[in-house]
């Protein structure tokens, strides 16, 4: 079955210092992989996605995120963190365990992001 | 930017009752999900829907739940007879194809039940 960690539940950072929000995930497959990105009262919103080729990958509001196979990770990285990056981070994993699938995602626990003057 | 949208944004019931939820889902897609959320848990898919019926559905999904596609623009959860353990934010999402698009979610569905 496939599942996602996200080690850390809660993280704070100081504005303009840099990020990492870990993602560990377990998929039978070559899996499809996900950040959301949600801030209170949205809905959640795609940060990045990766299929296949590069395995770093580059997302909106300057977030990047490297898929590593040997370790089944898929970290989310930002150089300089902004006070409106403050929001609740979830990795997903989707794609085609067992030749089928139909789009649907598994989350994990979710991080969430405080930032600091 | 064309966007999911969800109504109501919260919903109060008794146990027992029926509820709907509503969505408009992005006009030209043409699959369609429903996620939940129970408060400090993750988000957990509950079914995707595509040509008008069920592709996949999770344990959760159970009896009590039915989707629906009344028009060509509105997808439906309801919930036959609210339990306790219902209450969660209730996601929609849609995207164009299965599995390599992004699936775009809504703001949520916050369901109380007492």
């Known amino acids: ?117 | 930017e064309p966007e999911v949208t969800q109504t109501p944004s919260h919903q109060v019931t008794q146990m027992g009752q029926e509820v709907i939820l509503r969505c408009v889902p992005i006009s030209n897609h043409l699959y369609f999900y429903w996620y939940r959320q129970i408060l400090g848990q993750k988000v957990e898919f509950l079914v995707s829907f595509y040509n008008n019926e069920i592709s996949e559905k999770s344990e959760i999904f159970d009896d009590q739940f039915s989707v629906e596609r009344p028009d060509g623009s509105n997808f439906t959860l309801k919930i036959r007879s609210t339990k306790l353990e219902d209450s969660a934010m209730y996601f929609c999402a849609s995207s164009a194809t299965s599995t390599q698009e992004t699936q775009y979610f809504g703001p949520g569905t916050r369901l109380l039940v007492l």
């Open chain 1, 1 to 117: 079955a496939q599942s996602v960690t996200q080690p850390d539940i809660h993280i704070t950072v100081s504005e303009g210092a840099s990020l990492e929000l870990r993602c560990n995930y377990s998929y039978g497959a070559t899996p499809y992989l996900f950040w959301y990105v949600q801030s209170p009262g949205q809905g959640l919103q795609l940060l990045l996605k990766y299929f296949s080729g590069d395995t770093l990958v580059q997302g909106i509001k300057g977030f990047e995120a490297e898929f590593k196979r040997s370790q089944s990770s898929f970290n989310l990285r930002k150089p300089s963190v902004h006070w409106s990056d403050a929001a609740e981070y979830f990795c997903a994993v989707g794609g085609q365990a067992g030749g089928t699938s139909y789009g649907k995602l598994t989350f994990g626990q979710g991080t969430i992001l405080t930032v600091h003057p």
